[in-house]
Structures are given as structure tokens and as C-alpha cells.
């Protein structure tokens, strides 16, 4: 089996690296050039699976922001259905009161069940801690 020969013309830049590469390594100009080829290739194929890499990781964060910003609304809404169905009398609390504390006891819950997974997400902006109006208060 004979070797496939092609001639192909390098930059003046070229040729300097492939030369500094031959004299690093002490190979011939060919082995040089297929040396360096085979390692751009190599460094070609680790930018993209990193790069694919930092797309999914964008997507998990994404995802955890948006169940962030969920997660607790739901944990309140059980714990706040919880407490009325276990109210028998009358109440001292306003709606607004009891928004704010099925709120904070959702938050606690949430919070809690992110770190018994070990999962960190960064801290929440105050613009992004949510408020309640109460339909009373909407007018």
C-alpha cells in the first residue's frame, strides 16, 4: 500500500510553526504537520463539547430559576390549605397576613428542599422577592 502524497502551500506563518513544532519534537516536517492537525482537531472537539456543555448547564440554571420562582407558591399554597382545613374558629389574621406567612413558610420549605439536594442557586435580588396584594387591596 503506497502512502497518498498531496503538496500543499503554507503561509510563511506556517511553515515558522510547523518548524518550531519540528524542532520542539524532533519530527519530520510531515509528522509535524499531521502532529499538529490531529491536535487542533482534538482542540476543535473540546471547544464544542464544552461549549455544548455550557448551553445545558444555561438550561438546568434556567430551569431551577423558573422552579424557584414557582416552587415556594406551591409549597404555600399546601401549607396554606393545610392551615384552613385544620382552622375550626374564627381567625385574628387578614388575608394579606396569611399570604405573607403561607409566603415565608413556602420560601423555608423550598429553601430547605434545594439544599437537602445540595443545590445552590444564586441569591435571590430583593426587585425579585415577590409581594402579595390582596384582592381587597387591588381595588
Known amino acids: 500500500m503506497t502512502e ?10 506556517a511553515v515558522a510553526i510547523v518548524t518550531a513544532h519540528c524542532e520542539r519534537t524532533g519530527l519530520t516536517r ?7 492537525l490531529a491536535r487542533g482537531a482534538q482542540q476543535v472537539d473540546v471547544q464544542a463539547v464544552r461549549g455544548m456543555v455550557e448551553e445545558v448547564r444555561a438550561y438546568v440554571i434556567d430551569t431551577l430559576r423558573a422552579l424557584d420562582a414557582s416552587g415556594p407558591y406551591a409549597i404555600a399554597g399546601l401549607s396554606l390549605m393545610a392551615h384552613w382545613a385544620a382552622r375550626t374558629g374564627a381567625t385574628s389574621l ?3 397576613e396569611y399570604a405573607e406567612a403561607a409566603l415565608d413558610a413556602g420560601r423555608a420549605g423550598w429553601d430547605g428542599h434545594l439544599a437537602s439536594r445540595a443545590v445552590a442557586l444564586p441569591s435571590r435580588p430583593a426587585a425579585e422577592q415577590p409581594s402579595f396584594t390582596t384582592t381587597r387591596e387591588q381595588g
Open 94 to 96: 387578614g388575608e394579606r
Open 30 to 36: 510531515a509528522a509535524a504537520i499531521e502532529d499538529l
Open 4 to 13: 497518498e502524497r498531496e503538496t500543499v502551500a503554507l503561509s510563511p506563518k
